[in-house]
């Protein structure tokens, strides 16, 4: 049995005691554990009426998680070279021109600061009542009234939550690539990393019978009434899909070896840090922070990069911690704190992997080329002595008096030139390795300076 084997019982458990406490209909939940769904559970019902439990294929609206494909997708085009993320709004949509902006110009607004939700902009469209419920889903038609859209806070004040921008910027990617947004996100996202069971509306019907019945909070009864359906809803929060899929989805976000874009790698690895990476923080005790389509949050020592969604009769949850490499998906076909229990179904199975053996895998092969640069190197004006080494798959830099401070080097086409590495203080700069005549390597340019190598005793 694997570790989150091992503590299924306790998980299952505290998902029963979650749902009863809060008497909610149903709950479908599951832990991923490095690139596999390890353990799931249905709870209660998808369906009241025809008594239907939950199974790992059943469908909900994952609302707001959806702006974390739509992040993706825009980070795809960047890669791709067809937009910026410090390109105002308007360069996309010049119907927005017409837009007000009382702090300043309207190209404020930009794609990365939508992205992270500090952009400013309202936080729905004009004329929103979620009540009626009145909700206008379609990007054309609000661009139509743009002079009705506005900013209503100074850019990057605060955390501003907006539907409205990512509404936005999911017709920034269909005018970008050319191709409708769900259509984009289906064949460049949901295909690729075998995400079959998830789609937008209309679903067709092999899909649309997977569904559960969201229904609205208890309110003087403990009878529960189906949720009205919400009005249509597309790169903001239109996604429905399942453990099974979002299990896929999180399996992704962990990837230690994402290189490039290619195939089920639908996002290069460092684009894929990128969003995860907080831009700013949320809170004033520091336990909150944003990044690109994600936010995260410190639970004790541990920080868990999440989304939450909630829309007409569902709430959700996904979270993880990249370090431990484990995830939980919380859909709940009611309304509750999906986080609350995603975040603690998340700790059980991450205390039990970190209580398991760690698997013993032979290390990385280390090019030839490297050998003669592997060696301790003094910087004499600052009294400082570092170690080049093979570590981890990659050539790093270790000073042992600073473990913080580790850059990796990565090749160019010259073998004794290098480029450090996002993560420190130095990233993007060049290390030039200098050899003597007899071909020895002599010195190293880190950044700024050069460091001189020791050699063995008795060499010149």
């Not at 596999?36 to 707001?64: C, K, M, N, Q």
């Not at 070279?81 to 607004?109: C, K, N, Q, R």
């Not at 690539?177 to 460049?188: D, H, I, K, L």
């Not at 060696?375 to 004499?380: R, S």
Request: proline share 7%; hydrophobic share 40%; aromatic share 8%.
């Amino acid at each position: 049995m694997g570790p989150i084997e091992d503590v299924a019982s306790k998980l299952e458990a505290k998902t029963a005691s979650f749902v009863k406490e809060h008497r909610l209909p149903g709950a479908a939940v599951g832990i991923v554990h490095g690139d596999a769904l390890a353990w799931f559970a249905g709870v209660g019902f998808a369906d009241i009426a025809e008594h239907r439990a939950p199974d790992v294929t059943t469908l909900y609206r994952v609302a707001s998680i959806t702006k974390t494909f739509t992040g993706t997708a825009i980070m795809q085009l960047r890669d791709e070279g067809l937009l910026h993320l410090d390109d105002p709004a308007v360069v996309h949509l010049p119907e927005l021109a017409s837009g007000v902006s009382p702090f300043g110009a309207l190209e404020t607004v930009t794609i990365r600061r939508m992205l992270s939700h500090e952009s400013g902009l309202q936080g729905d469209p004009p004329g929103t009542d979620w009540w009626v419920p009145d909700y206008e889903g379609s990007a054309e038609r609000n661009l139509a009234r743009a002079g009705e859209i506005t900013t209503t806070i100074p850019p990057n004040a605060q955390q501003k939550y907006s539907n409205l921008a990512y509404q936005l910027l999911g017709e920034i990617v269909a005018r970008r690539s050319g191709v409708p947004y769900p259509e984009y996100v289906r064949t460049r996202i949901l295909e690729p990393l075998g995400m079959n069971g998830s789609g937008f509306e209309s679903l067709p019907e092999d899909l649309s019978e997977r569904r559960s019945i969201g229904y609205a909070a208890r309110f003087l009864s403990d009878v529960l009434e189906p949720a009205s359906i919400p009005p249509s809803v597309w790169a903001e929060g239109g996604l429905w899909s399942s453990v099974e899929d979002l299990a896929r989805w999180l399996s992704f976000q962990l990837k230690e070896d994402g290189g490039s874009r290619e195939g089920a790698q639908v996002l290069a690895g460092d684009s894929l840090k990128e969003m995860h990476k907080a831009r700013y923080l949320g809170d004033d005790a520091w336990t909150e922070a944003f990044g690109i389509s994600w936010y995260a949050v410190r639970k004790g020592e541990v920080i868990w990069v999440q989304h939450s969604g909630g829309l007409h009769g569902f709430t959700s949850n996904i979270c993880f911690d990249p370090k431990e490499q484990v995830g939980a998906i919380v859909l709940l076909n009611g309304i509750g704190d999906a986080s609350e229990l995603s975040v603690g179904l998340a700790a059980i199975a991450r205390d039990a992997g970190r209580e398991s053996a760690p698997p013993i895998e032979p290390p990385a092969a280390m090019p030839i080329a490297y050998r003669d640069l592997l060696g301790l190197y003094v910087d004499e004006e600052q009294a400082m002595i570092a170690r080049v080494e093979w570590r981890d798959g990659a050539l790093q830099i270790v000073d042992p008096d600073e473990e913080s401070w580790r850059p990796t080097l990565l090749p160019t086409e010259d073998p004794d030139v290098f480029v450090i590495a996002p993560g420190v203080r130095e990233s993007g700069e060049r290390v030039t390795f200098a050899r003597r005549g007899d071909g020895r390597v002599a010195s190293m340019f880190l950044a700024v300076a050069t460091m001189l190598r020791f050699g063995p005793v008795g060499t010149d």
